[in-house]
T-cell receptor, first 110, second 115 residues
């Protein structure tokens, strides 16, 4: 079962522009995590936001969380070609299962 | 270097021939998990383990077995592989279970083809 759903499914922008992707989830959460996956490779943890936080920054990444709307967004500023990847949000389903959305495929055009 | 190591990276096998995909982590993590990734279906959890000798089913456990005899290792066993188990498999670990605020580390993946 998919807890998180990303939107859009695919996003193509020019290098230097900002990229925003969204995640919606269904049940209450303790934290929400964002991961990056380069084609066919393992996922890399980017950032985690706790349920009592509204915004978090890490380098060029900015994550927001709106628990009233059960949604989160990931903003990548000043995009680079190396940011081309798929991005997934993940939430805990119960105490023991980490569930991923289907991901947003981001393409940065030079 | 902190890492999750899966082996093999690529495997082609025949229907019914038992196989094991190994997973090892060097971070003393309690939580380990297996996922499969298929086009259009995203990542789906197969099994997870909260600690040594504690394992439980994820969303798609049919046709798979796991064991957690040591903290660092979490092998995935396919007793009788079938073509519908052709997929990209990932092992992951984290310090504690996902309800705690720790991110997961992923292995590089095992691309399995069953013919």
């Amino acid at each position: 079962s998919q807890q998180g759903e990303e939107d859009p499914q695919a996003l193509s922008i020019q290098e230097g522009e900002n990229a925003t992707m969204n995640c919606s989830y269904k049940t209450s959460i303790n934290n929400l995590q964002w991961y990056r996956q380069n084609s066919g490779r393992g996922l890399v943890h980017l950032i985690l936001i706790r349920s009592n936080e509204r915004e978090k920054h890490s380098g060029r990444l900015r994550v927001t969380l709106d628990t009233s709307k059960k949604s989160s967004s990931l903003l990548i500023t000043a995009s680079r070609a190396a940011d081309t990847a798929s991005y997934f949000c993940a939430t805990a389903q119960g105490a023991q299962k980490l569930v991923f959305g289907q991901g947003t495929r981001l393409t940065i055009n030079p | 270097e902190a890492q999750v190591t899966q082996n093999p990276r690529y495997l082609i096998t025949v229907t019914g021939k038992k196989l094991t995909v190994t997973c090892s982590q060097n971070m003393n993590h309690e939580y380990m998990s297996w996922y499969r990734q298929d086009p259009g279906l995203g990542l789906r959890q197969i099994y997870y383990s909260m600690n040594v000798e504690v394992t439980d089913k994820g969303d798609v456990p049919e046709g798979y077995k796991v064991s957690r005899k040591e903290k660092r290792n979490f092998p995935l066993i396919l007793e009788s592989p079938s073509p519908n188990q052709t997929s990209l498999y990932f092992c992951a670990s984290s310090l504690f279970g996902p309800i705690r605020p720790y991110g997961a580390f992923f292995g590089q993946g095992t691309r399995l083809t069953v013919v």
